[in-house]
């Protein structure tokens, strides 16, 4: 898994301008069936990945914490919400809270989460391949393939089923 790991950054980097042109296709005029492909690709694709032999989303990047997420996790950890903000979460560019540093304090050496039942909401969805109106979220699904070796595999797996090239009326 550590090798596939290493190559997604490359692989994800040699396909971006495909698939940045995918997904503005994609945007424009998203099919009907988008959002049940990209369950079906999503469950597919999960059922043969474990994310517990990867983690490297937990070990590279870090989620966005809403209000809702702090004030649960807090609770959990029997710790006041402005406790667990000083501790653990930083405010980014945007006025997001996020953690203070990766990889996640929560991520244990075996890649379980110590705060698995109350963990973020962002956690819970991650990759987001399977998130309704999928097509809305191309920034974060570039970003995600370069983390997530599913994604990146969902991703591919799309452009196979729901090919978006132009076809040429001309004839040759």
């Known amino acids: 898994m550590q ?6 950054p490359k692989l ?10 995918y997904f503005v296709k994609l945007k424009k005029k998203p099919p009907k069936h988008l959002d ?7 469950d597919k694709e999960f059922q043969k990945t474990e994310c517990l032999d990867c983690a490297n989303c937990c070990k590279t990047t870090g989620p966005l914490f809403t209000d809702i997420d702090v004030d649960r996790i807090a609770k959990h950890l029997k ?4 406790q667990f903000e000083e ?5 980014d560019e945007d006025g997001d809270f996020v953690l203070q540093e990766t990889p996640c304090a929560f991520l244990a050496s075996d890649n379980y989460c110590l705060i698995y039942d109350v ?3 962002a956690c819970k969805e991650y990759p987001h391949t399977n998130n309704k109106k999928f097509y809305q979220i191309s920034k974060l699904t570039m970003e995600n393939i370069t983390i997530c070796p599913a994604a990146y595999n969902i991703v591919e797996k799309l452009k196979a089923v729901i090919p978006l090239e ?4 001309r004839r040759g």
Do not use: F
């Open 3 to 8: 090798k596939i790991i290493d190559q997604l």
């Open 36 to 42: 049940r492909t990209m369950q079906e690709l999503h």
């Open 12 to 21: 994800a980097k040699d396909k971006e301008i495909e698939n940045k042109k």
């Open 79 to 82: 710790i006041s919400s402005y």
């Open 166 to 169: 132009h076809k040429s009326n």
């Open 87 to 91: 501790q653990y979460l930083r405010k």
């Open 119 to 121: 963990r973020p909401k």
